[in-house]
Each structure stands twice: as structure tokens, then as C-alpha cells.
């Protein structure tokens, strides 16, 4: 155990040195190694053989060393010395020399050097360079103007293509042009009718105040009030179409103004390269202006396939055509919208100005009776009244006549004297005109009073008709003078629709 306890950490042996050409020296014999190694061996055995067998046995610790890994096998070269030179590796050879010697190549390693001196196939190479040379500066000028005149041809030909592409987008960009003044024409237009049916609408909703100011006999939903409902009704519809439209033909109109925006760029584009390549088809190689490019030959970042310019060219038309053709379509039916809807408000306003006619001459009509009526009524009034003055005049005079028999009944009764005092016929006959008198009276009281009554009911109908009458010149007044006044400017249907 004592023998363990002398070697190092982990019992590792002594680390080499790794200088080139000389080792360290081992500070112990390889004999002593051994000996230590097997004393060691031993004492792990013994220990083993003490421990019981239920007792777990600890997992070694201990490191089996070799001598090899203590000290390597190192063998020097015939004379004790190592002598290495990168050119021996890289030859395949290594041969051994000494210290005194100066040699660093093989017998064979100098013949294939001379071999590689008097080689003759540098020369041949030359002679060989010499004739592709001439060869190739023959043909290269006749090539070089080959491929000038027939790049000359294709130059002329894509100007041409181009020159055909910048007519036909120039005649598009024209059209798109116009067709964006038209329809700003059309929209200026469309707002001039919108603005107009502020004034219908404004006059229906007046005329409808107006009535709602009549009598209350004639506060009634009649067909004039239908009429004029159905004529705001009518305007709100019109109005929210021409604000579609309007949004439509803006929105178009934004389409139309990319359209020509897209076109006129694609115009400039067109021609700048028309007149690129008609700078290039005038260039030679006599031309002062030429010069060296690097880089020339690059496609630009945006460079595209021919097929692709050709669709592009085609679609740009085409959708400024397409575009130019909706707009067309938007206009013609703004124009039928704008017609349409002024003839169905002048349409409206007509059936409106009708029946309100119509109303103002049944409300005459009606007032005329009514005046009759109060005229009839005021002279039956006044006829009543004369009877109730005869009926009283009458009520009057039968005072009398009963005065003249209660006298004469109280004369009899109280002068005449004891047996005188009879009940003859006389007597009898003055009791009956007494009652006769009093029956009389009776009847002609209560004609009296239902004439006077009769008179109250005729009062309140000469009331009621005078009410009715005014009532009726009121509405007279706000149909015929004041809503006809207001309907008299009403707009035509060239204003409503926007001319």
C-alpha cells in the first residue's frame, strides 16, 4: 500500500515531453515500474479476499498502467539521430541519411526533374497557339460584322414593333383622355340635378307645413296630402340613386385617371425606348460617342421575357380600352337615370298639381254651399224671430181677454145679492172662456218656447257655418294662393335633369 501511495495523481505516468529530436529522461528504471505495478496487483487482491461477500464491493479506482504508456517505444534512425524533410513526404520517399550528409533528393526524384526540363511540349503548345491564333483573327472580323448587321436588322425590327405599340397606346391615351372630360362633364352634371331636388323637396315639404296649418274641420289626410307625401317619398328615391351613381361614376372616375396614368407612363416608356433604338440603330464603329461599358452585358434588375413584353403591351391597352369602355356604359346610363328620374318627378308634380286642383274646387264648392246655407239659415233665423214677436204679441193680448172675464166673473160673483148669485148660463159660459183663455195661453207659450229654442238651434248652425266658412276660406287661401304660389316654381324636368 505504501508503494501505491508514491505515484502521482490518478497514477499516471510521468508526462512525455514533445520536443522534436530529444525525450525526457524517466526518473525510474522500466524494471522498477514493473515491480510496482505487480505490488500493486497483489494488495488489490488481498483486500478483495478480506471483504465479506454480502458487502458491496467498491467499483476500482485504480488504473491499469502499462509500460507503454510510461515509456513509448521510440526508435532513432541508424546513427541515434531523426533527420525528416517535407520534400522526402511528399515524394513517397525517406531516405536515411546522417549527420554529415548534405543530400535531399532520390536517384529517381532527379531523373523525373530532367525528364520535366527537356520536355518539348511547351514548344509544341506554342506552335499550335500560334495557328488557332492567326485562324481565329481570319474569321473574327468577318463574325463581328456579320453579328452588327443582323443586330442592325433586329434593332430596326424591335423600333419598328415599338413605333406600332406607341401609335396604338397614343391613340388609347387620346381616348382615355377624352372619356375623362366627358365623364367629368356627366358628373358635374349629376351634381347640378342633385342640387336641384333640394328645390322640389323643399316645396313639397312647404305645401305639407302649410296645410298642416288649415281649421281643424279640414284637417283631414286627403289625396292632395297623399300626392305630396308620394312626391317627397319620390324625391328621397330619386336623390339616393343619383348619390349611387355619383359614388359609381367617382369611383370610375378614379379608374379611369389610373387607366390614363398606367397609359401615359407606358407612352413615355414607348418612347424613350424608340428613341434608344433609334440611337443605337445610328451608332458604329466610327462613332465618337461609343465606349467601354463593364457590366454591359448584365440583364437590368427589371428585364423581362419578350413574350411577357408583348402580353404587357396588349394588356395595357386592352384595360385602358376596358376601362374607357365602362365609362361609356356609365354615361349612357347616367343619361336614361337623369331623364328618368326628372320625368317621374315632373310626372308627380303634375298628378300632385291635379288633385290639388281638384281639392281647391271641391273646398269652393263646398264653401259656396255653406255660404247658402248660412244665408238661408240667417233668414229662417230672422223669420223666427218674428214669430216669437207675435207669439208674445198674442200672449199679450189674451191678458186682456182674461181680464175682461175674471172681472166679469168677479163682478157676478160678488155683487150680485143672495138668491141673484146662481149658476146660470152666463156664469158657465164666462168660466169656459176663462179656461178657453188659460188653454190658449198654455199653447201659445210653449210655441213660444220652442220657437225660441228653434231660434238657440238656429244660432249655433249660423256659428257653426260661419266657422266652417272661414274654415274653408283658410284652406281656400293655403291651397289655392299660397301652395299654388309656392308650386309655380316648381323646376321643369330639363332642370331636374340636370341641363
Known amino acids: 500500500m505504501a508503494t501505491l501511495t508514491s505515484f502521482p495523481e490518478k497514477n499516471k505516468c510521468p508526462q512525455v515531453c514533445k520536443d522534436i529530436g530529444a525525450f ?18 497483489d494488495a488489490k487482491d488481498a483486500v478483495t479476499d478480506e471483504k465479506p461477500a454480502y458487502e458491496e464491493q467498491e467499483p476500482e479506482t485504480q488504473v491499469k498502467l502499462s509500460y507503454e504508456e510510461h515509456l ?8 541515434g539521430t531523426v533527420d525528416w524533410t517535407p520534400l522526402g513526404d511528399m515524394t513517397g520517399t525517406r531516405p536515411k541519411v546522417n549527420k554529415y550528409s548534405i543530400s535531399r533528393y532520390s536517384l529517381s526524384e532527379w531523373r523525373k526533374h530532367n525528364e520535366s526540363v527537356l520536355d518539348p511540349s511547351v514548344i509544341t503548345e506554342s506552335n499550335i497557339v500560334d495557328y488557332n491564333a492567326k485562324t481565329s483573327m481570319m474569321q473574327a472580323f468577318g463574325t463581328i460584322d456579320k453579328q452588327q448587321n443582323d443586330n442592325n436588322e433586329r434593332l430596326k425590327q424591335k423600333a419598328k414593333d415599338i413605333f406600332r405599340w406607341k401609335v396604338e397606346v397614343e391613340r388609347a391615351c387620346k381616348a382615355i383622355t377624352d ?62 340613386t343619383f348619390k349611387n351613381t355619383l359614388e359609381k361614376i367617382e369611383e370610375q372616375m378614379a379608374i379611369n385617371k389610373a387607366a390614363k396614368h398606367r397609359i401615359e407612363y407606358d407612352w413615355c416608356d414607348k418612347t424613350t425606348a424608340y428613341n434608344t433604338e433609334t ?31 408583348e402580353y404587357f403591351c396588349r394588356e395595357n391597352v386592352q384595360n385602358c380600352e376596358a376601362a374607357r369602355q365602362k365609362s361609356a356604359d356609365l354615361r349612357g346610363s347616367l343619361n336614361a337615370i337623369l331623364v328618368n328620374g326628372g320625368r317621374k318627378l315632373r310626372t308627380q308634380a303634375d298628378r300632385t298639381d291635379i288633385v290639388l286642383a281638384e281639392t281647391v274646387a271641391i273646398t269652393q264648392e263646398l264653401c259656396t254651399k255653406l255660404e247658402e246655407t248660412l244665408k238661408n239659415t240667417l233668414q229662417r233665423i230672422a223669420d223666427m224671430e218674428a214669430l216669437i214677436d207675435d207669439l208674445k204679441d198674442s200672449v199679450r193680448k189674451m191678458d186682456a181677454a182674461m181680464k175682461l172675464a175674471q172681472t166679469r166673473l168677479n163682478n157676478r160673483n160678488t155683487f150680485r145679492p143672495h138668491g141673484e148669485s146662481v149658476r146660470d148660463q152666463p156664469h158657465l159660459g164666462l168660466i169656459e172662456e176663462v179656461k178657453k183663455i188659460h188653454e190658449t195661453v198654455t199653447s201659445l207659450l210653449g210655441q213660444l218656447k220652442k220657437a225660441e229654442n228653434v231660434r238657440g238651434q238656429l244660432m ?10 272661414a274654415s274653408k276660406r283658410k284652406t281656400l287661401n293655403i291651397d ?20
Not at 289655392?480 to 341641363?499: F, I, K, N, Q, T
Open 24 to 41: 525526457k529522461k524517466s526518473e525510474k528504471t522500466p524494471e522498477q515500474v514493473k515491480e510496482e505495478i505487480k505490488a500493486a496487483e
Open 72 to 79: 513509448p517505444q521510440l526508435k532513432p534512425a541508424a546513427d
Open 179 to 240: 372619356e375623362v372630360e366627358l365623364l367629368e362633364i356627366e358628373r358635374q352634371r349629376l351634381k347640378g340635378a342633385s342640387r336641384v331636388l333640394m328645390l322640389p323637396e323643399s316645396i313639397s315639404k312647404e305645401c305639407l307645413d302649410l296645410r298642416s296649418n288649415r281649421a281643424e274641420p279640414d284637417l283631414v289626410s286627403d289625396l292632395a296630402e297623399q300626392e305630396l307625401i308620394k312626391e317627397m317619398e319620390l324625391v328621397s328615391e330619386v336623390r339616393a
Open 279 to 309: 440611337t443605337n440603330i445610328g451608332l458604329n464603329t466610327k462613332t465618337n460617342t461609343i465606349m467601354f461599358a463593364p457590366g454591359a452585358t448584365r440583364f437590368g434588375d427589371f428585364s423581362a421575357p419578350l413574350e411577357y413584353w
Open 460 to 469: 249655433e248652425k249660423r256659428i257653426e257655418l260661419e266657422k266652417d266658412i
Open 480 to 499: 289655392r294662393d299660397r301652395c299654388g304660389m309656392v308650386r309655380s316654381h316648381y323646376p321643369s324636368a330639363l332642370e331636374l335633369a340636370g341641363y
